[in-house]
């Protein structure tokens, strides 16, 4: 069984940064792809940025380009969102996932397997 937990979440404000931790337990996941999602108050789910097993593929949603950097170090089981020039349109809360595939738009849970509980980011003006 794989459990992801997310860490690093919290209170910033208009222009900070922050930094996202998704720590996996259980079997590994160093072949699988990583994906970062967010549910804002009253919204539905989206996609923010996503990384496949090597690293050496990354893809982001449109608004965090720029802003949001993923990576991820296969050694420690861990990977990180970096968001920087943090808006208040950001404040989500934010889930890591973990599948076989880089997220797709249109499947069931975008074909993401494993989906942590998310970590609250708030943003204030």
């Known amino acids: 069984q794989v459990q992801l937990v997310e860490s690093g979440g919290g209170l910033v404000q208009a222009g900070g940064s922050l930094r996202l931790s998704c720590t996996r337990s259980?079997?590994?996941?160093?072949?699988?792809?990583m994906g970062w999602f967010r549910q804002a108050p009253g919204k539905e789910r989206e996609f923010v940025a996503a990384?496949?097993?090597?690293?050496?593929?990354?893809t982001y949603a449109d608004p965090v380009k720029g802003r949001f950097t993923i990576s991820r170090d296969n050694a420690k089981n861990t990977g990180y969102l970096q968001m920087n020039s943090l808006k208040p349109e950001d404040t989500a809360v934010y889930s890591c996932a973990a599948g076989p595939n880089l997220p797709a738009v249109g499947k069931v849970n975008y074909g993401m397997e494993y989906w942590g509980k998310g970590t609250l980011v708030t943003v204030s003006s």
């Open positions: 259980g079997r590994t996941f160093s072949s699988y792809a």
């Open positions: 990384i496949n097993w090597s690293g050496g593929i990354t």
